[in-house]
């Protein structure tokens, strides 16, 4: 058996990260069997509909390295792969059910649905339909008005089905819906869509969340009404967040597009969603692994049947390790759309640019935990720096005449300096905070203030080189006229 899988999304909205983990799960059982992953687009919820879901699902995958084998845009032997362009097919098997007997025809208006509805809740009861068109004969219900087609649930008995995960799993008839198969305006509902297109696909394994378990047995009921045999299920654990509350926007990002934009690799992404729920066994304490790895190692039964916690620090950490092992020139190629996109440099990033954006790579490679860091760390080297605030000019236990004697001696040395850079500054710089009576880190944190404008940067004279000596001595000037200032005020005290 060749095994076959599918990622059905519909484009209601963008790809959820739940979703996106559990197409992770399909990809890797895929590629480990040697089958296909089908992508499918399940777009019969028309109200919903949201114009460019497709082109962002599509471009989500690609983004993470996860191909398809079959589907909208590569075609195959068992298209369309478009549900609305499959309207006949859904119609076509609907009447055929009703030939058979296994559905009927329900021209119940939906105010009628509304008040059985009410009822039946003031009378604590499950709303469900009724079966008033279910009584009717043959015939009575005309194919040229407007009704919808029920699927004829049995009223006695259960259904079964195995789940791989989980083993057998039981339904009482009597508690399942005659669901609605092909609404009034022509239109399946999504029951009748997803198992006419899995059979009709060749599907052997469905893969999805386990909160789509309730409504499996309406699945298998259509099966056995048509005479097919079911795929394989494998309900897979739902994701959670921290707070042990289902995972949703209010812990962080759960669009893919807002984890791209956030700046995270999609290799350490696809790394981390492979791991959550599923483990690659007994005695692999490792978290870091290649595709390749990964796709050896998967297997259906390390899939935990408990739900997963998506873990935000985690993630942070295998984003930041998996920076720090690209190359220099791989990260300066991921780096420059951040810049671009914050406004800090054009787009395309201008030749005369690179060598200072070169020099910026290794200062902040060991800082980020994801791309986007890299503005905050780095945009003082592109735009002007506020001025400075007189107490952030002031090293610690020292006087503002001592302090601007500092900066004036440093404008000198870097000004002198034949060589800018930090193997030719450095040691300079602690010689002249040592001549000054200083500790270097009382001397460096008044330079990095008034150069950088934060209390924190990459490593100074790497920073400092990146600014470039003019800018670098303007602002030094632009501080030393602050404290100036501040000192014929008649205000000298020691910090």
Same mark, same amino acid.
């Given at each position: ?315 942070? *950490?295998?984003? $930041?390790?998996? /920076? ?5 020139? %791989? +990260? &300066?190629?991921? !780096?420059?759309?951040? *810049?671009?996109? $914050?406004?800090? /440099? ?5 030749? %005369? +640019? &690179?060598?200072? !954006? ?138």
């Amino acid at each position: 058996m060749t095994v076959r899988v599918r990622f059905a999304p519909s484009p209601t909205g963008y790809p959820h990260i739940g979703n996106i983990r559990t197409v992770v799960f399909n990809w890797l059982f895929a590629r480990q069997q040697g089958g296909k992953l089908i992508l499918r687009i399940e777009d019969t919820d028309r109200e919903r509909y949201v114009k460019d879901a497709i082109r962002v699902i599509e471009e989500s995958l690609e983004w993470l390295g996860i191909d398809w084998d079959e589907g909208p845009t590569v075609g195959g032997p068992y298209g369309p792969y478009i549900q609305s362009k499959r309207l006949h097919i859904y119609k076509e098997k609907a009447e055929a059910l009703v030939s058979m007997g296994h559905a009927y025809r329900c021209n119940c208006s939906p105010e009628r649905l509304d008040r059985v509805r009410e009822i039946q809740r003031a009378a604590g009861q499950n709303p469900m339909y009724d079966g008033l068109c279910r009584a009717k004969a043959p015939g009575e219900v005309s194919p040229d008005e407007p009704h919808v087609i029920r699927l004829k649930v049995p009223h006695e008995g259960t259904t079964t089905f195995h789940d791989e995960l989980r083993g057998d799993i039981t339904f009482e008839n009597a508690l399942i819906d005659d669901q609605v198969l092909l609404k009034s305006d022509g239109y399946p509902t999504y029951h009748l869509a997803v198992v006419v297109d899995d059979h009709m696909m060749g599907i052997t394994h469905v893969m999805r969340g386990d909160d789509w378990i309730p409504s499996t047995p309406k699945r298998i009921l259509l099966y056995q009404a048509f005479g097919w045999t079911p795929p394989i299920y494998v309900h897979v654990p739902l994701i959670l967040g921290p707070d042990g509350k289902k995972l949703g926007k209010r812990h962080g990002a759960t669009a893919v597009d807002e984890f791209r934009r956030q700046g995270y690799l999609p290799e350490a992404l696809f790394n981390f969603l492979a791991l959550v729920g599923w483990s690659p066994g007994e005695g692999e304490e490792r978290e870091l692994f290649s595709r390749e790895e990964l796709i050896e190692r998967f297997d259906i039964g390390h899939i935990n049947r408990s739900p997963a916690v998506f873990s935000y620090d985690k993630l942070n *950490w295998m984003n $930041a390790t998996y /920076i720090r092992q690209l190359s220099h020139g %791989e +990260l &300066l190629d991921r !780096l420059i759309p951040f *810049w671009a996109d $914050a406004g800090l /440099i054009p787009s395309p990033a201008p030749h %005369e +640019l &690179l060598p200072t !954006l070169r020099l910026l790579v290794p200062l902040v490679q060991e800082r980020l935990k994801t791309l986007r860091d890299v503005i905050d760390l780095t945009d003082f080297v592109f735009q002007k720096v506020p001025t400075p605030p007189v107490e952030a000019l002031i090293g610690k236990k020292m006087t503002a005449e001592q302090s601007l004697d500092a900066i004036r001696e440093t404008q000198k040395l870097l000004s002198s300096l034949l060589q800018f850079n930090p193997e030719a500054m450095e040691p300079e710089m602690r010689a002249l905070a040592e001549r000054l009576g200083l500790k270097a880190g009382q001397l460096f944190t008044i330079i990095r203030n008034a150069v950088t404008g934060k209390q924190v940067s990459p490593p100074l004279f790497g920073s400092i080189q990146a600014v470039g000596r003019e800018t670098t001595l303007r602002r030094l000037e632009v501080a030393e006229e602050v404290l100036a200032a501040h000192l014929e005020a008649g205000a000298g005290t020691a910090a």
